[in-house]
T-cell receptor, first 116, second 113 residues
């Protein structure tokens, strides 16, 4: 089954404790992306990647890191989490090989992060 | 830069009635795509409908249709015969080929029995 697998679904941590949210897709998609969702703001892009070893900042990259060492994986790293990073996070992927209209953005199930 | 605006934070509709959700966007590209995504309480993101900018015909998926006004950069979603299961957050999104997906702030739709 084609899917984007994101873990964990829920995470509670304390300020300053490094954490990683994993994202893996099994569709051989070139494009992967991380979003955070906050009330009234919609989904804002944190980082995206067009292919292996290629990453770019989105609209809200401060406080986050990513890596794309393999095509299928795109982990999101918070080196020193702060309470303002409490949010709902989504990983997503899409192929760039075909017309986008033929294949939508595939989302993971989301990670609810709370930083106290 | 792309922007997507949804001016209605919340809307409600009676069951079996029709409702229209508004979306406007701004892009300088000619090759782009527009989407409506639904997010029920399960928080899963579900694609509702998509529109390619070069197609003049409005997209339709069962009870869901769009009114795509390219010159006005408007992309509204019409839900006909509303059902209780349609209650959700709805996000409008645009995509410029090879660039980013940009989402609007969302519209929370309530369906009243």
């Amino acid at each position: 089954e084609a899917q984007v697998t994101q873990n964990p679904r829920y995470l509670i941590t304390v300020t300053g404790k490094k954490l990683t949210v994993t994202c893996s897709q099994n569709m051989n998609h070139e494009y992967m992306s991380w979003y955070r969702q906050d009330p009234g703001l919609g989904l804002r892009q944190i980082y995206y990647s067009m292919n292996v070893e290629v990453t770019d900042k989105g609209d809200v990259p401060e406080g986050y890191k990513v890596s794309r060492k393999e095509k299928r994986n795109f982990p999101l790293i918070l080196e020193s989490p702060s309470p303002n990073q409490t949010s709902l996070y989504f990983c997503a992927s899409i192929t760039l090989g075909n017309r986008v209209g033929n294949s939508p953005l595939h989302f993971g199930n989301g990670t609810r992060l709370t930083v106290t | 830069a792309q922007t997507v605006t949804q001016s209605q934070p919340e809307m409600s509709v009676q069951e079996a009635e029709t409702v229209t959700l508004s979306c406007t966007y701004d892009t300088s590209e000619s090759d782009y795509y527009l989407f409506w995504y639904k997010q029920p309480p399960s928080r899963q993101m579900i694609l509702v409908i998509r529109q390619e900018a070069y197609k003049q015909q409005n997209a339709t998926e069962n009870r869901f249709s769009v009114n795509f006004q390219k010159a006005a950069k408007s992309f509204s979603l019409k839900i006909s015969d509303s059902q209780l299961g349609d209650a959700a957050m709805y996000f409008c999104a645009s995509y410029n080929y090879g660039q980013n997906f940009v989402f609007g702030p969302g519209t929370r739709l309530s369906v009243l029995p």
